[in-house]
C-alpha cells in the first residue's frame, strides 16, 4: 500500500461517515431514527437490502472459493429471486399495513408476548454472535494483509459504522450502504477489467475460458440431487429458496431495510431489485475469482496466499521441506504454463493438479509446525492479488470497497439488534410509556452496547475456527423455525399460541437433532426441516390441545 | 402520507420478469459449462 493509496481510503472513510450522518433528518424520534418516518426511495433501500445482505467475507471469500472451485456457489442464490417475489405478494404488504418497527411485534398480535418474544430473543442471539463473525472474517484477512493488529483492524471497521449508526440511525446506514454499493461494485467491476487486460496480454480470452472450463471452474451447474452435496441446483433451489424466505422475511435485520420504504409499492420494488440484481452481481464476483485463476497461469502465484505464518515454520523444523516445495511449485508453474500456452490440455491438467498436491502438501506443513488448524488459505487469495498487482490507487480504491462490505453488513445488523432490543424487550416489558427522547437516548445507547459486544465477539471469534462454525450453524437452527412459525402465523388462521409456541421449540430441537446427528445432510437442507417442523407440529398442537 | 404507505399495484408483469431472468441465467451457466467443459 502506497500513500496515496492510504489516502484513498482514509478519504472515503472520513466521507461516508460525515454524509452518513449530514442525511440523517427527522432522527429526533423513535419513529425516525428505526424507519425513516418511511420515508425512503425504493432504490435506495433496495441497495440498502443488497448491502446488508453482502458481507466483506462475500468479497474475499467467494473470490478465493471461486479460484480454488469455481462457479458452482452461485447455486446457492437460485432461491434467492423466487423467494422475493412470494415475499413481495406475501410479507411486504402485510408488515407495511401493521405499521410494525420489528417483524417479532407481529407475533404477539397474532399469537401471544411468549412467542415474540422467544423468536425476538432467538433473531438477537444469533445475530449478535453472527455480526461479531462478519466482523472478524475480514478483519483477520485485512491485518495480515496490511499488517495491523488484529484489535486495530477492527477498531478501523467497527469505529465509524459504530458512530453513524448510532447518530444518524436507520437513515444513516441506508445512505451509507447506497454509497458502499456503488463502491463495491465499482471497485469489483475494475478489479475485472484489470484481469482481463492482464489475462489477455498472455492468451485470448476464448483461449482463457477454455482453461478455466478445463478445470471445471465454469461447471456451475450441478442437478443431481444429493444431500450430501452443499451446492448443487436443487439445495440452491429448495433450501436456499427457505434460507431466503426466512432471512428476508423474518430477520430483523433485513425486514428493517425495506420499513423505511415510503410505500408497499416502493417496499416490493426494492426487495425486487435483488430478485433481478444479486444473481448477476454475484457472477460478477465468483468470475473475477475464476480469472485471478486464469491470471495466475500467466504470472507467478505465491505457493500460498496466506503468509502469516512464513517466519515460524521458516524457523520449524519442517523448513527444508517446506522451501523444497516451493521450488517444486515454481517448477511446476513453469511447466503448466507452457502446457497452457501450447494448449496441451492433457499436460495442463495433470501440471495443474501436481501444483494442488503441492499446495495441500505446503498448507498441512503450515498446520503442523504452527498448530493452527483452522489454516484458511482461500480469503487471502483476492486481497493478496489485490495488493500486489492492481495500480497504485485502485489498491486504496479495492481495500476501501473490502472495508465498505464490512461497514454496511455490519451497519444494518448492528441497527436492527437495536431495534429488537428497545421495541421487544425494553419498551414492551421494561418501560412502557416514557418519552420519545427517553426511547431515543436509550436506543443509541443499545446501538452502541450491542456494536461493543459485537467488537469482542469478533476479536475472539477471529482466534477460534471452531467458534466461527458454531455460529454459522446457529443461524440455519432457527432460520428455517423462525419461517415456520411465520408461516403458521400468515397462512393459517387455525394455529394458536400454544402451537406456535410449541412448534418453534420443537423445529428447532428437530434441527440440532439433524446438524450433529445427521451431518451429512447439509446445512441449507436444515431450514427446509426446521420450517416444515414448526408447521407440522405446530399445527398438531393447535388442533389436538 | 397513510394514502402514500398504502400504495399497492398489481406487478405480476415484474414477477413473470424475474422468473424469466433466472431461467434464462440458468440456461446460459449451463451452456457456458458445457461449452467450455
Redesign the interface.
Known amino acids: 500500500m502506497r500513500p496515496l493509496d492510504w489516502l484513498v481510503v482514509v478519504a472515503y472513510i472520513s466521507w461516508i461517515v460525515i454524509d452518513g450522518l449530514r442525511r440523517s433528518k427527522g432522527t429526533d424520534k423513535v419513529d425516525g431514527y428505526f424507519l425513516a418516518n ?1 420515508s425512503l426511495p425504493w432504490w435506495a433501500v433496495g441497495l440498502s437490502v443488497m448491502a446488508t445482505q453482502m458481507s466483506a467475507v462475500t468479497i474475499v471469500g467467494t473470490t478465493g472459493q471461486a479460484y480454488t472451485t469455481g ?1 458452482r456457489f ?1 447455486q446457492f442464490y ?1 432461491g434467492l ?2 423467494a ?2 412470494i415475499l ?2 406475501t410479507v411486504v ?1 402485510f408488515f ?2 401493521a405499521r410494525v418497527y420489528t417483524a417479532y411485534e407481529y407475533l404477539e398480535r397474532r399469537f401471544d408476548v411468549r412467542t415474540r418474544s422467544l423468536a425476538s430473543f432467538l433473531f438477537l442471539m444469533g445475530r449478535a454472535l453472527a455480526l461479531g463473525v462478519t466482523l472478524a472474517a475480514p478483519a483477520v484477512v485485512m491485518s495480515t494483509i496490511l499488517g495491523w493488529t488484529l484489535p486495530a483492524t477492527v477498531a478501523a471497521i467497527c469505529v465509524p459504522m459504530i458512530v453513524y449508526t448510532t447518530i444518524g440511525g436507520v437513515q444513516a446506514v441506508a445512505w451509507t450502504d447506497v454509497k458502499q454499493m456503488f463502491i463495491v461494485v465499482g471497485g469489483m467491476t475494475t478489479a475485472v477489467g484489470i484481469l482481463v487486460y492482464g489475462i489477455t496480454r498472455n492468451v485470448g480470452f476464448g483461449q482463457a ?2 482453461l ?3 478445470t ?1 471452474r ?4 450441478d442437478f443431481n440431487f444429493d444431500l450430501h452435496e452443499k451446492y448443487t ?1 436443487w439445495s440452491g433451489m429448495i433450501g436456499g429458496l427457505f434460507l431466503m424466505l426466512s432471512y428476508f422475511g423474518c430477520d430483523q435485520s433485513q425486514v428493517q431495510r425495506y420499513l423505511t420504504a ?5 417496499a ?1 420494488q426494492s426487495l ?1 431489485m435483488s ?2 440484481v444479486k ?2 452481481l454475484q ?1 460478477l464476483i465468483l468470475a473475477s475469482g475464476v480469472l485471478v485463476f486464469v491470471f495466475y497461469l500467466f504470472e507467478p502465484p505465491p505457493m500460498l496466499f496466506n503468509r502469516v505464518h512464513d517466519p515460524q515454520v521458516a524457523a520449524s523444523s519442517r523448513a527444508a521441506d517446506y522451501a523444497k516445495l516451493e521450488r517444486a511449485f515454481d517448477r511446476e508453474v513453469a511447466t503448466r504454463r507452457e502446457a497452457a500456452a501450447r494448449s496441451d490440455r492433457t499436460a495442463f491438467l495433470a501440471s495443474d493438479t501436481r501444483i494442488q498436491d503441492i499446495r495441500s502438501s505446503a498448507t498441512k506443513i503450515v498446520a503442523e509446525t504452527t498448530g493452527d488448524t483452522g489454516y484458511n488459505d482461500v480469503n487471502y487469495v483476492f486481497p493478496t492479488f489485490i495488493t500486489t498487482r492492481m495500480p497504485i490507487g485502485l489498491v486504496g480504491l479495492m481495500i476501501a470497497a473490502i472495508f465498505a462490505a464490512a461497514m454496511s453488513a455490519s451497519g444494518g445488523e448492528l441497527n436492527a439488534l437495536a431495534t429488537a432490543t428497545i421495541i421487544d424487550f425494553y419498551r414492551r416489558h421494561f418501560v412502557r410509556n416514557a418519552s420519545e427522547t427517553h426511547y431515543l437516548r436509550v436506543s443509541k445507547l443499545a446501538t452502541i452496547s450491542w456494536g461493543l459486544v459485537a467488537c469482542v465477539v469478533a476479536i475472539n471469534a477471529a482466534n477460534q475456527g471452531s467458534l466461527i462454525e458454531v455460529v454459522n450453524r446457529y443461524g440455519s437452527f432457527f432460520y428455517g423455525s423462525l419461517l415456520g412459525v411465520f408461516i403458521l402465523g400468515i397462512l393459517t388462521k387455525r394455529a394458536t399460541a400454544r402451537g406456535a409456541f410449541w412448534g418453534l421449540l420443537a423445529g428447532m430441537a428437530v434441527v440440532l437433532f439433524v446438524a450433529f446427528r445427521l451431518p451429512w445432510i447439509e446445512f441449507l437442507w436444515h431450514n427446509v426441516i426446521g420450517a416444515v417442523v414448526v408447521v407440522v407440529v405446530g399445527m398438531a398442537i393447535s388442533v389436538l390441545m | ?1 397513510t394514502q ?6 398489481d ?1 405480476t408483469p ?2 413473470v ?3 424469466i ?2 431461467a434464462a ?2 440456461v446460459v ?2 451452456f ?2 458445457r ?3
Open positions: 418511511r462457479l452461485i437460485f429471486p423466487i422475493m417475489v413481495s405478494l404488504p407495511t399495513r475460458l477454455h478455466a472450463g478445463a471445471g465454469l461447471q456451475a451447474i441446483f415510503k410505500s408497499i409499492d416502493e416490493r425486487l430478485a433481478f444473481i448477476p457472477l | 402520507m402514500e404507505l398504502e400504495r399497492d399495484t406487478m415484474t414477477y420478469g424475474v422468473v431472468l433466472e441465467i440458468i451457466l449451463w457456458l459449462g461449452a467450455f467443459s
